[in-house]
């Protein structure tokens, strides 16, 4: 039986020949993931290496169920009562925009609860409560520079606490 030889097998068989293919990376190692049963396992490695995180990939609604279960102990580190009402108030002005995306599929659409404003609020305040005060300001210099004031440190604030929550 007569083999034939393809134009791209005959490159591949001549840049041997010539040892091109010999000090690659990974030469002689096992390959990886054939060992692996999980069926997944190239895109955990590839998430580990980029450093990402799996909840990123959450759907919207997931992210809100999972923020909505991390109140109000996520809340204690806010200062200002004003400032929880606030967070608060983002949070369910999310949920209700969730809510306003078409359902796809079949099955019935997943909600995440809102929250009671109030409620919250009280639950916030018995933390704080609870909880130590934080140790007073070692005595040092004065900063020579103020403090960030204005509508971009408002809303660099809101941007940490809300990848805080998650």
Sequence with gaps: ????ESWVEKLIREAQERGEFDDLPGAGK???GLDDPDPDW???????REGLDA???LPPVMLLRRERASFPESLV????????????RDY????????????????????????????????????????????PPEEGPPETRPGPHGWLARMTR?????????
Excluded: C, I, Y
């Excluded at 099955?107 to 409560?129: F, G, H, K, Y």
């Excluded at 809101?158 to 998650?166: M, Q």
């Design 1 to 4: 039986m007569a083999f034939h």
């Design 55 to 57: 909840s990123d990939a």
């Design 30 to 32: 096992p390959l990886r």
């Design 77 to 88: 580190e806010m200062r200002s009562e004003e400032g929880v009402r606030e967070v608060l």
């Design 158 to 166: 809101s941007l940490r606490l809300r990848k805080r929550r998650f």
């Design 92 to 135: 369910n002005a999310r949920v209700v925009e969730d809510r306003r995306r078409p359902a796809l599929g079949r099955d019935a659409p997943v909600w995440a609860p809102t929250v009671d404003v109030e409620d919250m609020v009280e639950q916030w305040r018995a933390l704080r409560s609870s909880v130590a005060p934080p140790p």
């Design 42 to 48: 190239w895109v955990k490695k590839m998430m580990e």
